[in-house]
């Protein structure tokens, strides 16, 4: 009996919805998936996409040097690069910016995309 109180505890203090906890060192090889377009260091050269240090709460299309696509800079006044935004882009970057140049098709595992969101936070 007290095993059931138990175990019906734990399950009452895990999350809700799904919800999953974020890992950057994990991110971090999620990201693995980026490097052929990105770099993500300070002072990093842009590649074929813009380097992604300090895209977190960064305004998109502000990456200094960089060619954007004609619909990323029509976009990029009102786009900044939050959580929420970041989740979308990269889950569908074309359903955020239609007509871009993102080739990457997106992330559909929650947990890869949860922790590529905590990496790319950390790079600040």
């Known amino acids: 009996m007290r095993l059931g109180w ?19 060192e ?3 090889r999620v990201f693995n ?6 770099t993500i260091n300070q002072g990093g050269r842009n590649g074929v996409g813009p380097n992604l240090w300090g895209v977190f709460e960064r305004q998109a299309g502000a990456v200094e040097g960089f060619r954007y696509s004609a619909p990323m800079r ?28 993102m080739a990457f ?4 595992n ?6 590529l969101i905590a990496y790319i936070r950390a790079q600040r």
């Open 110 to 115: 929650e947990q890869q995309l949860n922790d």
């Open 33 to 38: 998936q980026c490097r052929a377009c990105h």
């Open 6 to 24: 138990v175990l019906g505890g734990a399950l009452m203090l895990a999350p809700v919805g799904g919800a999953l906890a974020q890992d950057a």
């Open 105 to 108: 098709n997106g992330i559909r």
């Open 26 to 28: 994990a991110g971090q």
């Open 74 to 101: 029509e976009r990029a006044a009102n786009l900044r690069w939050d959580e929420a935004t970041l989740r979308a882009y990269l889950t569908d970057p074309k359903a955020v910016v239609p007509g871009g140049s």
